[in-house]
């Protein structure tokens, strides 16, 4: 399961860099259109499972994805502060909401899974939260008569 998974942060930078409104609804496209696949098998395991099983399930599918952040990212057995919060933000940003845009009736058990995940076990992690991409588009301003 998820074997690719660590390849959802593929480009993670660039993803962040110089990030606006319009940049943001782009690059939100390509990245759930590159990830399609990682985001189904997440949101099917969970789906998939008995209906007492489901939290159990959800938090399987978080620890496997931890476990492949910590696979590409950690050296020496730990992640450095910078690179973690850097993907703290690629997750609030771009994991959360895709996972929540998913539509799948149990996005939001999946989300609150890889959140309680990632407090317990990352560094600089103890306060991450998740929003909709909705919320976080909203949250760019317009250009006003071309400037700002």
Do not use: C, H
């Not at 609804?25 to 008995?50: G, S, Y």
């Not at 496997?64 to 590409?72: F, I, K, M, P, S």
């Not at 998913?102 to 990352?122: C, K, M, N, P, V």
């Amino acid at each position: 399961m998820l074997e690719k998974a660590g390849s959802m942060f593929d480009n993670m930078e660039a993803m962040m860099d110089r990030i606006k409104k319009k940049v943001y609804a782009e690059r939100m496209e390509r990245f759930r259109e590159k990830n399609l696949e990682i985001l189904a098998q997440m949101t099917d395991f969970v789906e998939q499972a008995e209906e007492q099983e489901r939290d159990k399930a959800a938090a399987q599918v978080a620890k496997t994805l931890a476990d492949a952040v910590e696979a590409r990212f950690a050296k020496r057995g730990k992640i450095s502060g910078r690179t973690q919060m850097d993907i703290n933000l690629f997750m609030i940003y771009f994991v959360f909401p895709a996972i929540l845009l998913t539509q799948s009736e149990y996005a939001g058990l999946l989300a609150d899974a890889i959140r309680d995940e990632w407090r317990g076990r990352f560094k600089n992690s103890e306060q991450l939260s998740y929003t909709t991409y909705e919320e976080i588009y909203g949250t760019f301003q317009e250009k006003i008569f071309g400037m700002f």
